[in-house]
Nanobody, 118 residues
Framework: QVQLVESGGGLVQAGGSLRLSCAASGRTFSNYGMGWFRQAPGKEREFVAA????????YIRDSVKGRFTISRDNAKNTVYLQMNSLKPEDMGVYYC???????????WGQGTQVTVSS
């Protein structure tokens, strides 16, 4: 099973940017489709973005389309989430996830907190 560690979260003003990273270890990273999810306090975890194992296909939720970009570097075993024009409603704990199918995940990281001040 692959292990995942997120980093890059923090406090940013509305309109600012953050880049989240998720480093994978333990298995062949390029075999896994990857995703980002987030969970705000009192809310359910929600899908944010997905990327296939080669990086050639991505899918972004509508509310962040045009502001967030998912990418991966298979040589570095890392997936990224570039977040621009952040809004207070983007706040939450962001998790990366891995799975052997498209948008089917069975392994999760511990999460990284993103706080956006208005």
């Amino acid at each position: 099973q692959v292990q995942l560690v997120e980093s890059g979260g923090g406090l940013v003003q509305a309109g600012g940017s953050l880049r989240l990273s998720c480093a994978a270890s333990g298995r062949t990273f390029s075999n896994y489709g990857m995703g980002w999810f987030r969970q705000a306090p009192g809310k359910e975890r929600e899908f944010v973005a997905a990327i296939d194992k080669s990086g050639s296909r991505t899918y972004i939720r509508d509310s962040v389309k045009g502001r967030f970009t998912i990418s991966r570097d298979n040589a570095k075993n890392t997936v990224y989430l570039q977040m621009n024009s952040l809004k207070p409603e983007d706040m939450g704990v962001y998790y990366c996830a891995a799975g052997l199918g498209w948008r089917k995940y069975d392994t999760w990281g511990q999460g990284t907190q993103v706080t956006v001040s208005s």
